[in-house]
């Protein structure tokens, strides 16, 4: 009878043992970027330890190696993209001001932190090749929320959309390699350029093929 009534006190602990791990996690995480944003792409494990007034030690008590740590960093602008993404896209009063909204987000996010971006599709940080790519997992992301919200937008208008999700998917493609070069070129156009000339060039095509059917 004692040891039932004992488990609940294990557990509770156990839980915020978890808890805590979670949220030191997160704060590792928090100065891993500051890091990157200080560093640049290229930061090392002593430099995000530093960041976090702590040692490689204790960073490699919560992260198992280095492409751990980068995954969580990962994960972490991956969750803020898709944040950035659908608040701009619930604002757009279309499907040509979404497709403008998403694009937006996504260059000005790149903008206003180039050496985290750098880091996530770079991963120079690491020395061998990752077991999972996340930046494919980024570029789903954000191609799922623009075909969500182009498809949503079509259907109001009565267009076409039977093919939005694969185009959507398409678009993002174009849209983060222009991202990446342009984010590259020392004599690069303001962002508002590269948003206002990508949608024209994504929505000209867009806009011709899920127009709305014909009635005979």
Known sequence: MDVIEDQPVADGRTTRWAEHRRRRREELVTAALRAITAKGAGVGMDEVAAAAGTSKTVLYRHFT????LYLAVAERVNSRILRELGQASRTAGGPREALAAI?????????A???????VVQH?????????DPVQRISATVADETARTITAQLRVGGARDSSADPLAHGLIAMIRTAADRWISSPDRVPADTLVHDLTQLAWGGLAAVLAPEETP
């Open 103 to 111: 694009i937006g987000a996504y260059v000005h996010l790149v903008e």
């Open 124 to 132: 120079p940080f690491l020395e061998r090749p990752l077991s999972s």
């Open 113 to 119: 932190d180039p050496e985290v971006y750098r880091f």
């Open 65 to 68: 190696d280095k492409e751990d």
